[in-house]
């Protein structure tokens, strides 16, 4: 039902967007969130943007990332910029709603130095 896109190689300095593309409309959402899991590590939440368009992210990324919404596209984005080798992972989305949890497969990131 989610289906994460965008990953790639890209240099250290580069940028990414991922999406996240829902294949039907979800209602009762409470929050719209990107994971990350680095080779080894546990996973890690990234960003948050809830329905009415607030957004949160963890500290690593604040001023790098930026995370949207597009409803009539039905997407879900994480544009990536300045991306870091630390910055390497597979990144998954999320839809918490009020019935419950959707997860999306993840999309790899490696960053190169």
């Known amino acids: 039902q989610l289906q994460a896109s965008g990953g790639g190689l890209v240099q250290v300095g580069g940028s990414l967007r991922l999406s996240c593309a829902t294949s039907?409309?979800?209602?009762?959402?409470?929050?719209m969130r990107w994971y990350r899991q680095a080779p080894g590590k546990e996973r890690e939440w990234v960003a948050t943007?809830?329905?009415?368009?607030?957004?949160n992210y963890v500290d690593s990324v604040k001023g790098r990332f930026s995370i949207s919404r597009d409803r009539a596209k039905r997407t879900l984005y994480l544009q990536m910029n300045t991306l870091e080798p630390e910055d390497t992972a597979v990144y998954s989305c999320?839809?918490?709603?009020?019935?419950?949890?959707?997860w999306g497969q993840g999309t790899l990131v490696t960053v190169s130095s």
């Open positions: 999320n839809i918490d709603t009020v019935y419950g949890t959707c």
């Open positions: 039907t409309r979800i209602i009762g959402i409470k929050a």
């Open positions: 943007i809830a329905p009415n368009g607030s957004v």
